[in-house]
């Protein structure tokens, strides 16, 4: 879980690789540091975010117009100067940067150390320079075929970038479990673990495959191999992403644009998929799979974190109107429980990312079995993307800050265009019905927009719980999945202890927390379980509880008894969590700025999880 960036070409290295790692900071920011070769290989490494990394190198020599750089989120052995990355060969002629994890490393280091070499780090990815550099010494004197050589013996996961001192015109790369994208311009190359670094140089880009690794020369055609040694031909892909995307656009954090941003990366997330005049939804990506769908017994949706809450809300949805049984599993159980896969069940693997480790594994347990994978990601070309069947994208466009928001409200708008495209075509919903649904949906956006101003009542009451210790959410059938995700909302990014939970469960346990210390938040909104909510409501008063109260615009029952109210337009249902998470996106955001909490990286996390 860490970010690569690379640059070989005619201009000076380090300004683009220390903008790449500023753009790829959200994968990690315990340390970070550079190599940049310029007759000799100057290698600069910090504990601490990308500032720091700059403000050391200041009085350094960073002239050379080939080099590496890395921001890392630290797994093996604790962020400190010496466990930064890149990492040195013994001799200090080799520099490698490394996202992913060697799992063989001990065995590779204890075999090295028998051999005489003295490691400096506790790294896994400091093995990895040093038998690249044994290999060179006792095997094959030539850079690539010794990289090759080594990627051979390790298992595990990586995106690498290698350089060398005695090789000064070439960099290498290698890909397996971890991304990694080649950026082609004229006469010079990018690297990096996504396209954001690469955008505002080139928009022609090339994914790397697992197992394959690249011998990458300025002025020359990208020599692309597998590690079994099989020339392959590269694959250039135009990029859709723009700069203005990557930009705080005003905004004081990402995470705020990006809770902003949702009106939008709803609409754009319907766009061309439903036809409201002719009452149907196409979700082109996955249409081959149509039929498959209409026929599968049962669904099982695999996520993490956020992506997991919103398959939550996927199974309530789907079980609601199009009827067919939805299991939603955590990937990190489901790879490792033994899991009853029939060929005939659809898999659904969402993810913001598409490089979820957990997510990809459970993806191909599945596969193994029979399964048909759907994915639903927002990062195109992504591991997980490619690694389904099929699949359809979110259209959110980047999500940067670490916590998902506009993500996962796109996530659930394509499970909702997904059960109403079932349940159309299996007969499971009356064509009034479905009509008034396609119709509410394609409302949301504006709907969005309301809700989005309720933001300075949302203000007023983060000053006033932004001290509290712990918080407790609830709600019950389609708010349910809306309480855990405001509660891990509230939890990442602001530290405070905030727990999520069905209503009704509350008196099996949580209710014994309940004193006049902590905010219940409650999703009240005026259908379904209303009333049984309500009854919630006054177990917790009559216990002396704080109530935040979330309801839809002109209630009046729940108004009686909480003590802080957020009111959101009214819409159907199935629809509510679109609204209802919002202001809960907000409340975390809000009450983490004023705790002073770095919001859009928030401590010991990463945007993408690449390791188990
Ligand atoms: C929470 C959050 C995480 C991710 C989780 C899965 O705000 O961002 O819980 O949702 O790590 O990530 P993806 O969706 O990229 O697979």
Redesign the pocket.
């Known amino acids: 879980m860490c970010g690569i960036v690379g640059y070989i070409g005619e201009k000076q290295a380090y300004p683009i690789l220390i903008k790449g790692l500023k753009r790829l900071e959200y994968r990690g920011y315990d340390s970070a540091g550079i190599a940049i070769l310029n007759g000799e290989l100057n290698t600069f490494k910090k504990i601490g975010k990308v500032s720091e990394l700059e403000e050391y190198v200041k009085d350094k020599n960073i002239n050379g117009n080939i080099g590496i750089a890395h921001t890392r989120w630290a797994t093996h052995g604790e962020p400190n100067d010496i466990n930064a990355h890149p990492h040195n060969s013994q001799s200090k002629n080799i520099a490698i940067i490394h996202n992913g994890i060697i799992e063989n490393y001990s065995i590779i280091k204890d075999e090295l150390i028998k051999r005489g070499y003295k490691f400096s780090s506790e790294t896994d990815s400091e093995v990895l320079a040093y038998l690249i550099e044994d290999i060179l010494k006792n095997v094959k004197n030539d850079l690539a075929e010794a990289v090759r050589i080594a990627l051979n013996q390790v298992i595990g996961a990586y995106a690498i970038a290698v350089i060398s001192k005695n090789e000064p015109d070439k960099l290498i790369v290698a890909k397996k479990g971890s991304p990694l994208v080649i950026g082609i311009g004229k006469g010079e190359f990018f690297i990096a673990s996504d396209a954001t670094p690469i955008v505002e140089y080139t928009k022609d880009v090339v994914y790397l495959n697992d197992f394959e690794f690249a011998v990458i020369k300025k002025n020359e055609e990208l020599d692309i191999r597998t590690i079994s040694n099989k020339r392959q031909t590269p694959y250039i892909q135009r990029l859709e992403l723009e700069l203005s995307q990557l930009e705080k656009g005003g905004y004081e954090h990402f995470m705020l644009k990006e809770i902003y941003e949702q009106p939008r990366s709803i609409r754009d997330c319907m766009r061309g998929r439903i036809n409201a005049e002719e009452d149907f939804v196409i979700l082109g990506g996955i249409s081959d799979y149509e039929q498959k769908l209409i026929n599968a017994k049962r669904i099982i949706i695999i996520?993490?974190?956020?992506?997991w809450h919103a398959g939550l809300v996927g199974e309530y949805m789907l079980e609601d109107i199009a009827r067919i049984p939805v299991e939603v599993e955590y990937a990190s159980e489901f790879r490792y429980k033994n899991p009853i896969i029939y060929e005939d069940d659809i898999v659904i693997a969402?993810?913001?990312?598409g490089?979820?480790a957990d997510?990809l594994e459970a993806i191909e347990i599945a596969k193994t079995r029979g399964a048909t994978i759907l994915g639903i990601c927002n990062v195109v070309g992504s591991s997980i993307a490619r690694a389904t069947h099929a699949g359809s994208y979110t259209h959110a466009g980047p999500e940067i800050g670490?916590?998902?928001t506009k993500?996962f409200t796109a996530q659930i708008t394509i499970l909702a265009l997904l059960s109403l495209s079932l349940a159309q075509k299996k007969g499971t919903i009356k064509k009034s019905r479905f009509h008034q649904l396609l119709n509410e949906l394609t409302n949301i956006p504006k709907l969005v927009e309301e809700t989005l101003k309720t933001d300075d009542v949302i203000l007023k009451i983060a000053k006033i719980f932004s001290n509290a210790r712990n918080f407790l959410y609830l709600g019950r059938g389609y708010n349910f999945p809306v309480a855990l995700e405001g509660a891990?909302?509230l939890k990442?990014i602001s530290y405070i202890h905030a727990e999520g939970y069905p209503a009704a469960e509350m008196k099996h346990g949580p209710i014994a927390l309940i004193d006049q210390e902590m905010p219940t938040v409650v999703i009240a909104t005026n259908r379904g379980t209303y009333e049984k909510v309500i009854s919630n409501i006054q177990e917790i008063k009559a216990r002396k509880g704080i109530i935040i109260a979330i309801v839809t615009k002109g209630d009046k029952a729940v108004k009686e008894l909480a003590d802080y109210v957020i009111e959101i337009p009214e819409t159907e249902e199935m629809f509510v969590p679109l609204l209802a998470t919002i202001p809960l996106q907000l409340l975390s955001y809000h009450i983490a700025v004023i705790r002073n909490c770095n919001v859009d990286q928030p401590r010991n996390l990463a945007k993408?999880?690449t390791v188990e």
């Open positions: 996520a993490c974190g956020t992506s969402i993810s913001q990312s490089e979820t997510t670490v916590a998902s993500a891990l909302k990442e993408s999880v």
